[in-house]
């Protein structure tokens, strides 16, 4: 097993009856996010049998022709539901599009969920997992909110009924004739509160030190990669850090041909969101805590989320 490059915790520390557990996971947890951005997070709940499950269906659909997966792609949506194109989205301020296309998946209830039929368990399989993992962030983020001060439950119930989107993601072997910018996923930061990253399915996961070099993150089985967004970051004044990242190609562009499934990279992020209306205008303990002056204006969830879709491609101005 790889040793993983970023600080690891044990959810179910927190989860003990151990004052001097609790303490310790929220303490490495919140560092972590302060620091650097990222940790890892072992014995999290999720299932690793559905997690390969979930990479089965991936695979299922996303081999299946264009013509069919294009049927599942709705402008409508704005990318939130189902199918969205290779080559669609790109990172903020980056000029070119990203080498790969992907799936979303959230709550029914607040927009209903695409079911591919061509692959009978995907949206079972994928509900799932989106469960599981809404139950795992919901505990991340009650830690969390204890390192800054605030109530348990404070960010926690933001994300209840919020439009928290697992997006299933295919990476496939690198065109021939791609730009050369172009990369599997170019350098940004999550817009949202905290992402959770199932184990991908090969490694190319980078992330940004304070000294401009990349540091890889390792897929290591058994592990949640998490990661803070720019919305936790604004909530805090930048206390908690949204730390840029990458996904590097493979090393070898041109070998696609009978390697070509070695090529291939699957991952499953978990982006946590807040409810649309809430605020997000830096909490005064944290602008406290970051210099007595706050670094972000004023703007809600919602209108947050819509600026961003619109600077990535999933959503016109």
């Not at 999720?46 to 792609?73: G, H, M, W």
């Not at 989107?165 to 170019?186: E, F, G, T, W």
């Not at 070695?262 to 205008?281: G, K, N, Q, Y």
Request: charged share 20%.
């Amino acid at each position: 097993m790889s040793l993983q490059t970023i600080p690891v915790v044990d959810l179910q520390d927190f989860l003990s009856d151990s004052p001097q557990r609790q303490q310790s996971f929220v303490s490495t947890m919140g560092t972590a996010l302060q620091e650097i951005g990222f940790f890892a997070v072992t014995n999290h709940g999720i299932d690793a049998n559905l997690i390969q499950s979930a990479y089965q269906v991936a695979q299922d659909f996303f081999t299946l022709p264009d013509s069919i997966k294009l049927r599942y792609e709705d402008p409508n949506l704005h990318g939130q539901r189902g199918f969205t194109r290779f080559g669609q989205e790109h990172a903020k301020d980056h000029p070119v599009p990203d080498l790969k296309e992907f799936w979303h998946v959230g709550r029914d209830a607040n927009l209903p969920n695409l079911r591919p039929q061509e692959v009978p368990q995907f949206h079972s399989t994928l509900d799932e997992l989106y469960a599981q993992l809404d139950q795992c962030a919901a505990k991340l983020l009650e830690a969390c909110a204890l390192y800054l001060g605030q109530p348990r439950k404070f960010l926690s119930e933001m994300a209840e009924n919020s439009d928290t989107i697992l997006r299933v993601i295919h990476y496939p072997p690198i065109p021939d004739d791609v730009n050369p910018k172009s990369l599997r996923s170019a350098p940004h930061e999550d817009i949202n509160l905290i992402t959770l990253l199932c184990e991908a399915t090969a490694e190319g996961l980078e992330l940004l030190r304070r000294d401009g070099t990349w540091q890889p993150i390792h897929a290591v089985t058994g592990q949640i990669i998490v990661d803070s967004g720019d919305m936790l970051q604004q909530l805090t004044n930048g206390l908690l850090k949204s730390t840029t990242h990458r996904v590097t190609n493979p090393d070898d562009l041109k070998e696609i041909s009978a390697e070509a499934d070695r090529d291939r990279r699957f991952s499953m992020p978990f982006f946590v969101h807040p409810r649309a209306a809430i605020d997000l205008t830096p909490l005064p303990s944290c602008v406290t805590k970051t210099g007595g002056t706050a670094k972000f204006s004023p703007i809600t969830a919602g209108k947050y989320l819509q600026q961003r879709l619109q600077e990535i491609g999933l959503q016109e101005g």
